[in-house]
């Protein structure tokens, strides 16, 4: 009877302990897939975009150049008296310097004679006036209606007249030829060559001196055919940078654009301009003539794009992951790019979780393990 009962424990005893090996061998199996399947999930680093209106800054360079430059002449003859310190080549002078001067007496002697011609011809006219008086109060006597302007005179004062006016221009003439021994610099300038000496004997018309307008410098800045697209629709006076040597940074204005492409480049040209580039009137850093320089300004303003990594877009295509963590593949336009960005369109709402390291195979509906990246994507 004992064995009976000892024998059927030790049945009962071994099914419970099958039972349980087996439920812990599947428990085990199941484990070791789900790791399996999790091992098999690749993952990836994702980032966050958003939908959002992006300011255009067009970036560009060019050499800087004067805005005018002035041939100098002199406008008399006879020799050169003085000239100015700077009037060399490198130097700077400010508007009306007075940059060389030739001898004057010549013409301040043809200014007097001048002068005593119009004494005299003012004068005669005041004696013909009067005789043309005494002949009207004379002809008030006689009896016929009709006298003859040659009684009363006025030939003889119009011909006064004439003189008188005559003189007077020769006046005005003589003085300007004395104004004009002097020679001043019409703008703030730098002076390219001098061509003249001190006591030399110079002649009307002769090359004395050439001068670049420094109160201004223009830059003119090439602009592709793609970017012509960003350009603000009025050019004139928006505000612009010129960044030169040194980090020498100075404020400046896109004023204009040349009006046609060129035909090598396809390129449309505009025009930045500085104020006082050689800093004559301010403490700023100066921009020399001929220096190349980068120059920077706002376009227009692009509505519903997105800023996102050069390296997640693969053939116009980003790949996204959605609530599920699975890759869904969406196409974009590139409108441009800047820096190590791209600016891009496309169907992927306010905002969307982009993938910044692609899987070697990806596909649409892969279930991926997205790994938040810390820093800006941006």
Known sequence: MKS?????????????????????????????????????????????????????????????????S???????????????????????????????????????????????????????????????DVASQEAKS????????????????????????????????????????????????????????QRQYVNQGQKVAMLH?????????????FERHFLPVKLGHVNALVSGHQQAVRNAQVVRDLGVIDTQTRMLRIV???KDPYSLSTNQPILRFGEFVETSFTGKTIDSVYLVPQKSVINNELWLIDANNKLQRKSVSILRAKDNRYVVTGNLGSSAIVVLNVPEYPRTGMLVNPIRQKESIL
């Not at 008188?164 to 005005?172: F, G, Q, T």
Request: aromatic share 6%; glycine share 6%; hydrophobic share 45%.
């Open 142 to 197: 006689f009896n016929d209606g009709d006298v003859p302007e040659l009684y009363l005179r006025q030939p003889q004062l119009q011909q006064a007249q004439l003189a008188l006016d005559s003189s007077l221009a020769s006046l005005r003439i003589a003085k300007k030829e004395l104004y004009n021994c002097d020679i001043y610099a019409p703008f703030d300038g730098l002076v390219v060559s001098r061509e003249v000496g």
């Open 4 to 68: 009976r009962v000892t024998s059927r424990i030790l049945m009962v005893a071994s099914c419970a302990i099958s039972v349980g090996l087996f439920v812990i061998i599947n428990i085990t199996a199941a484990e070791n897939q789900t790791n399996s399947i999790r091992e098999n999930v690749p993952s990836v680093i994702v980032g966050e975009i958003w939908q959002s209106k992006h300011q255009v800054t067009l970036k560009g360079h060019g050499i800087i150049e004067p805005l005018e």
């Open 70 to 132: 002035t041939q100098l002449v002199t406008e008399v003859t006879g020799k050169i008296i003085y000239w100015h310190p700077s009037l060399v080549p490198g130097g700077l002078v400010e508007r009306d310097t007075l940059l060389l001067s030739i001898e004057r007496e010549t013409y301040q002697a043809a200014v007097l004679n001048a002068k005593e011609k119009v004494a005299l011809a003012r004068a005669e006219l005041i004696v013909e006036q009067a005789k043309s």
């Open 272 to 274: 930045v301009r500085v």
């Open 213 to 225: 307008n420094v109160e201004y410098g223009e830059v003119q800045v090439p602009i592709a055919g």
